[in-house]
């Protein structure tokens, strides 16, 4: 959030010498706060944070709008579910997956693996960051999601066999793998973003399949192994103990 402050006052003072400048904040559906069983995060959706996590992404969202009504500053804000694709931080649930099951350790899945996420290719993300920068109004937000929900357990079962066949492992060798963890703290259930609005305004949507991104993405990460070590070596080690304990 402070961080945000900076960034648009520093944007404020600027734009009176570059008037055809823009402010671009990227954000996301955890402002939203949890879904039931049905439903979708609209634009209009109240911000319902959950966590200081969330609420502090919030915030800077109310900022970054407070800035465009107050000083007539040109932003505009994009909120997207979650990406996936090549270099994710390793301590994400789909890379942690990918580099664990490669190391035959346990696979730690929060509570009984009930949350659902709304998946998206991140390159299609960029795309729409890309469409949304040089062709969206001024002053307006825009979801981006891949009308692609998945309960996180169902997400690690496939992922299990996608990796067992890439490896040549036995089917359901990895999946012996799979771990019960506490579950984390102010944990939303559903994320599920309707961008029917993107679609219709700036022609985006979703370009890749979901199995096939996932794929490509385990293909990536088997060709990348040097990188994923290091970024895993050092201070990681003791993060991932402490979010994961066991119960």
């Known amino acids: 959030m402070l961080g945000t402050g900076v960034l648009l006052n520093a944007a404020k003072h600027q734009w009176k010498e570059h008037k055809g400048n823009l402010f671009y904040h990227v954000s996301t559906d955890e402002v939203y706060g949890s879904l039931g069983e049905t439903g979708f995060f609209t634009e209009e959706t109240p911000y319902d944070p959950r966590s200081p996590y969330s609420s502090s992404k919030a915030a800077s969202d109310h900022l970054a709008k407070a800035y465009y009504h107050t000083y007539h500053l040109p932003v505009v804000i994009s909120n997207c579910s979650n990406n996936y694709g090549s270099h994710h931080f390793p301590e994400k649930l789909i890379p942690l997956m990918i580099n664990n099951i490669i190391k035959k350790k346990a696979l730690p899945v929060y509570g009984k693996g009930e949350n659902v996420r709304d998946w998206l290719w991140v390159e299609d993300h960029a795309r729409a960051i890309d469409i949304i920068f040089h062709k969206g109004k001024t002053g307006e937000t825009y979801n981006i ?103």
């Open 145 to 247: 999601g891949g009308f692609n929900e998945w309960k996180n357990i169902d997400l690690v079962k496939l992922l299990c066999e996608i990796m067992d066949k890439k490896l040549k492992r036995a089917p359901g060798e990895s999946a012996e793998l799979i771990t019960y963890v506490k579950d984390r703290a102010g944990h939303d259930q559903r994320y599920a973003i309707d961008a029917s609005k993107l679609n219709q305004e700036l022609g985006w949507k979703p370009t890749l399949q979901f199995e096939e991104g996932l794929e490509k993405t385990v293909d990536w990460y088997l060709a990348n192994t040097e990188w994923s070590e290091h970024i895993l070596s050092g201070a990681y080690q003791t993060y991932y103990q402490q979010q994961y304990e066991l119960r």
